[in-house]
């Protein structure tokens, strides 16, 4: 899993690229909470582009993410997800706390 962070604004903009299991999840989990609290972001946007795989531990990432930006008054987003992990994100119901977005550029009018 590669995971790579920039700072738009007020939001966290995390590319992920490889797949996304119960073997990576933990170093992403770590990684995304480390860099949201150091650079102090509001929102958090997940770039899917370079997904190829997610199971049900990807949703719980999500989930977990999800629940701390909101305490902080901010909102989680996806983008660029590929038909086959949008299937497994639309079954799992995670979009009523997500939102998705065609593009990052979509997502930011959105955000503004």
Not at 21 to 50: C, G, M, P, Q
Not at 67 to 86: A, E, F, M, Q, W
């Amino acid at each position: 899993m590669n995971i790579e962070f920039c700072m738009q604004d007020t939001t966290l903009i995390v590319t992920l690229a490889g797949e996304i299991d119960h073997h990576t999840s933990v170093e992403i989990r770590e990684s995304v909470d480390r860099e949201y609290h150091k650079r102090r972001a509001r929102n958090i946007l997940f770039d899917f582009e370079r997904v190829v795989f997610m199971d049900s531990s990807g949703i719980g990432l999500l989930m977990g993410r999800y629940r701390t930006v909101s305490i902080c008054g901010g909102y989680v987003g996806l983008y660029n997800v590929s038909s086959k992990v949008d299937r497994i994100l639309s079954i799992s119901g995670i979009y009523k706390l997500t939102r998705l977005y065609e593009s990052r550029e979509q997502a930011f009018k959105c955000l503004a």
